[in-house]
């Protein structure tokens, strides 16, 4: 049963060590794609034939919008376990993860911006993909604010799991907006099934990208998921074991 | 499953799911106002589905392919105006095409050019044509490299200005 294989993880110490032996290996990883990746892209990707240089901004927008949408699922799941199956450890990924999508949800907004001004001709249009990645944007921060706005960490963790599984209706949305309504911002270039609509010497430089930043993401979530156990568990005995071993080591 | 945890999991299954069919049949309700532009046929047969018609006077945008030949270039100043038709994938272009005329009067974004997509936001008047206020471009999807789009005929010329037509807007 599946259930055997996953509950040693149930428990925060085990997790915590796991994360912890994960970390250095998304970093590295990360590290090695992220600067092949973002080199070949910047320097070697040849110029789109319209756009001159200014397409390469894709290499950061595209993989930051796929990845806010990717950690709003991932916290969306988190949220669900924590809900039905009550387990404290869905509770802390789930916050682990909300400030990160956050990010990445802006990062997407500001080099969209950045894009479409030169492009477009404007900074910002009201149209379908850009009002509801900029939801988006508002659900995390308010997944963020109900994290924080109780003092008991499960009361917190139950109210901000509500509305991030709510939010999960504005995932499809963004992902079709493109394609059910008229839009300004142009349909998917990758993502969809079969060929990507650009030419193979510019989509594996954005593959090499997009891997990167997972890891990257990856290595961030464990970082937090780390910080989020220790401060959840801080009055458990292999926490404080921990602590003084710490200590210990740092201290001549 | 145990019955508490079964229990949960349909609460928060039906919660998600009833809200997903609000949110669907709301984003349904509001389907012609969500879209960002009319089309040229739309101009003249209205609104797919509801069959609303704009009238004159009203400001809109309008969203379309820019018909070759169809770019009138004042000289002196930056006037100008240009024929849109109806997007279609693949791009083809036929005399039968409703079409829908732009006229304008400031800077064209780099994107602009004869049989691409823009969007143009502004007043209609007299039925088919559109007094516009902002012109923005449309991009596609396809992303290739100038060698790749030169052998497939692909035009890419920037609109360009002379001093004069600059020095006419202020």
């Not at chain 1, 492009?119 to 944007?137: C, F, K, P, Q, V």
Request: aromatic share 12%; charged share 15%; with cysteine.
């Amino acid at each position: 049963m599946m259930w055997k294989w996953l509950h040693p993880y149930a428990n925060p110490e085990v997790s915590y060590h796991f994360a912890g032996k994960l970390l250095p290996w998304c970093t590295r990883l990360a590290f090695i794609f992220l600067s092949v990746g973002m080199v070949w892209a910047l320097l070697f990707a040849p110029a789109d034939y319209q756009q001159g240089d200014t397409f390469r901004i894709f290499y950061l927008h595209v993989p930051a919008a796929m990845l806010s949408m990717g950690i709003y699922l991932g916290m969306a799941i988190a949220a669900l376990s924590s809900l039905v199956w009550q387990l404290k450890l869905a509770d802390a990924s789930a916050a682990a993860m909300a400030p990160i999508g956050a990010t990445f949800t802006f990062i997407a907004l500001v080099t969209g911006a950045a894009w479409g001004k030169p492009m477009w001709g404007t900074w910002w249009i009201w149209d379908a993909r850009l009002t509801s990645e900029l939801i988006l944007l508002f659900l995390y921060l308010g997944v963020i604010a109900l994290h924080n706005a109780f003092e008991d960490k499960s009361l917190a963790g139950k109210a901000a799991g509500i509305l991030a599984l709510v939010g999960v209706i504005n995932l499809p949305i963004i992902k079709y907006s493109v394609e059910w309504w008229n839009t300004l911002h142009q349909g998917a270039t990758v993502g969809k099934l079969g060929q990507p609509s650009m030419s193979a010497d510019m989509f594996w430089p954005f593959l090499v990208c997009f891997i990167g930043f997972s890891f990257f993401v990856t290595a961030l979530i464990c970082l937090r998921f780390r910080s989020e156990v220790l401060t959840r568990n801080s009055m458990r005995p292999w926490v404080r074991t921990l602590v003084a071993n710490e200590e210990n080591k740092h201290a001549i | 499953m145990n019955p508490r945890r079964k229990k949960r999991l349909t609460i928060v299954s039906t919660i998600i799911i009833g809200l997903g069919v609000v949110a669907g049949l709301v984003l349904y309700a509001l389907s012609q106002n969500i879209d960002l532009f009319y089309k040229p046929s739309e101009i003249y047969h209205g609104k797919e589905g509801t069959g609303l018609k704009a009238i004159d006077g009203q400001r809109l945008r309008i969203g379309g392919l820019v018909v070759p030949g169809s770019v009138h270039r004042d000289s002196e100043s930056l006037k100008v105006s240009f024929k849109l038709a109806d997007m279609t994938m693949p791009i083809a272009f036929s005399e039968s095409d409703p079409t829908v005329t732009v006229s304008y009067d400031g800077i064209l974004p780099d994107l602009f050019r004869e049989g691409q997509g823009i969007v143009a936001n502004g007043i209609l008047v007299n039925g088919n044509t559109i007094e516009a206020s902002e012109v923005l471009a449309k991009h596609d999807e396809n992303y290739m490299p100038k060698e790749l789009a030169d052998d497939l005929g692909e035009q890419h010329v920037k609109p360009s200005y002379s001093q004069a037509q600059l020095d006419s807007k202020t």
